[in-house]
Structures are given as structure tokens and as C-alpha cells.
T-cell receptor
Framework: DSGVTQTPKHLITATGQRVTLRCSPR?????VYWYQQSLDQGLQFLIQ???????AKGNILERFSAQQFPDLHSELNLSSLELGDSALYFC?????????????FGPGTRLTVT | AQSVAQPEDQVNVAEGNPLTVKCTYS??????LFWYVQYPNRGLQFLLK??????LVKGSYGFEAEFNKSQTSFHLKKPSALVSDSALYFC?????????????FGSGTRLSIRP
């Protein structure tokens, strides 16, 4: 158990809908990262927050947005969902915004768009 | 731009034999290099990392990796494979020279250890 929690574990929704994925980092970790894992794209970095502020952006679509709250939990919002958004979404955390730190991953949220 | 390549989709090894999972990288500056493992229906788990210093890095579960700057490689190794090592392995790189660097993961290598 990494100490990172994600809810829900599974999510099934229809095209065009909007969903929110939630992540609680390990106790004391200030950095939160979001990733998308799909069979054809592999593991893609989406976005990073550090202590409430956006720090780095990866291949995140404009339909997707995220935020980190004062209690350090983070939410990833996915809107206007398409079939291709079906994937496993991981959250990870690390203590600081230092590149040499390893990340601790949550168990993921499996999103199925029908 | 930084990138990382895992040239083998799958590696098959008999239990008790040594294993190697290959990783090569490309960065503009000096790299931080990581290996993670993913078991079925689980998140990624950190195995080991190279920051600086000794080129041979030892990590969890008896794994080690050798940083080779001239060959821009960071291959994962274990002297004697276990069936329980069967999983998906990811190499990752961060360019320490970039101001807002992102971690880039390889495509993953599925390691299968037969009894």
C-alpha cells in the first residue's frame, strides 16, 4: 500500500458526460501527479500540482482540468467524454517538487466510456 | 526533448536465471532515471533510481540497474529470477536540466518468469 488513495475505483459513464476523479496523496506529500494509462498510448503524464499550484503540464486535453485543494487532495475533471478517454487514470505523489524524488502511485481509477 | 525507449515488449526467463530488462534514454542534460514495476490491477511501485554517483544502483526485491552514460542506457537486472517477478516494468527519465521537467515513461516491458 503506497498511502495514495483514489476514488472511485471504477467508473462507467456515457459519451458526452463529465466525471471527477479524486486523489489523496500520502501524508506530508505536497506534489500530486496525474497519469493516463491506455493500451495504445502507454503511460502518459497529464499534469502536476505542487502545494496547490500547477507546476507542469503534459499531454492533457483541453476537455480535462485538475486542481489541488488546500488540504492537498486533488481532483481531475474530465468533460465531454469520448470513447477514447476510456483508460486507467493514476494519481501519484511525492514529498517535494524535486525531480530526483520517486513518485508513489495510487491504485488507479478505471474509466469506461460507453 | 527527452525520451525513453524500452525495446522489448516482452522478456521471458526461466526461474533461477539472470534477467535483464533494457532501457535507453535521450535527454538534453543529465538524467534522473527510475524503474517502476506494475503488478496486475495495481498502481506502479518504485524499484530504484539513479541520481548521481555509483553507476550501479541497488533497489527493492534484489533488483539492480546500471547507468551507462556513453550508451545512454539504464538496464534493469536481477541475478536470479523468481516467478513472482512476473510483472510489467517501466523505465522513466527526467531531465534535471529542465526548469519544468516532466517525467517520461517508457512503453513498458512485460517480464514473464516460467517455473
Amino acid at each position: 500500500d503506497s498511502g495514495v488513495t483514489q476514488t472511485p475505483k471504477h467508473l462507467i459513464t456515457a459519451t458526452g458526460q463529465r466525471v471527477t476523479l479524486r486523489c489523496s496523496p500520502r501524508s506530508g506529500d505536497l506534489s500530486v501527479y496525474w497519469y493516463q494509462q491506455s493500451l495504445d498510448q502507454g503511460l502518459q503524464f497529464l499534469i502536476q500540482y505542487y502545494n496547490g499550484e500547477e507546476r507542469a503540464k503534459g499531454n492533457i486535453l483541453e476537455r480535462f482540468s485538475a486542481q489541488q485543494f488546500p488540504d492537498l487532495h486533488s481532483e481531475l475533471n474530465l468533460s465531454s467524454l469520448e470513447l477514447g478517454d476510456s483508460a486507467l487514470y493514476f494519481c501519484a505523489s511525492s514529498p517535494r517538487d524535486i525531480d530526483s524524488y520517486e513518485q508513489y502511485f495510487g491504485p488507479g481509477t478505471r474509466l469506461t466510456v460507453t | 526533448a527527452q525520451s525513453v525507449a524500452q525495446p522489448e515488449d516482452q522478456v521471458n526467463v526461466a526461474e533461477g536465471n539472470p534477467l535483464t530488462v533494457k532501457c535507453t534514454y535521450s535527454v538534453s542534460g543529465n538524467p534522473y532515471l527510475f524503474w517502476y514495476v506494475q503488478y496486475p490491477n495495481r498502481g506502479l511501485q518504485f524499484l530504484l533510481k539513479y541520481i548521481t554517483g555509483d553507476n550501479l544502483v541497488k533497489g527493492s526485491y534484489g533488483f539492480e540497474a546500471e547507468f551507462n552514460k556513453s550508451q545512454t542506457s539504464f538496464h534493469l537486472k536481477k541475478p536470479s529470477a523468481l516467478v513472482s517477478d512476473s510483472a510489467l516494468y517501466f523505465c522513466a527519465v527526467r531531465d534535471r536540466g529542465s526548469s519544468a521537467s516532466k517525467i517520461i515513461f517508457g512503453s513498458g516491458t512485460r517480464l514473464s518468469i516460467r517455473p
